[in-house]
């Protein structure tokens, strides 16, 4: 293979290779991947349980409210609770 044709090869492929090339700024930008949705827990069946009128009487409802997480302020809706 002649020098010419070596270099004439190299001359292409050069700028070709140089676009492969990983830089910082690419780095930077490409945020890692969070999943929206969380992984699946397997949970065990809840239980009915089978209320008489007495028990319905005696249900609180709570009201709903902010919660602080890890991640911020979280709203937890209102729900009944029987006591």
């Known amino acids: 293979?002649?020098?010419k044709r070596m270099l004439a090869s190299?001359?292409?492929?050069?700028?070709?290779a140089v676009t492969f090339i990983p830089f910082q700024a690419d780095a930077q930008i490409r945020r890692p991947v969070r999943r929206s949705v969380?992984?699946?827990i397997?949970?065990?069946p809840v239980r009915v349980r089978v209320r008489t009128p007495v028990q319905v009487r005696r249900r609180i409802v709570i009201p709903g409210?902010?919660?602080q997480t890890n991640r911020g302020r979280?709203?937890?809706p209102a729900r009944s609770v029987y006591r």
């Open 10 to 16: 190299a001359a292409l492929i050069l700028p070709i």
């Open 42 to 44: 397997i949970r065990r």
């Open 65 to 67: 409210r902010w919660v």
């Open 1 to 3: 293979m002649s020098i």
């Open 74 to 76: 979280r709203w937890i």
């Open 38 to 40: 969380p992984a699946r």
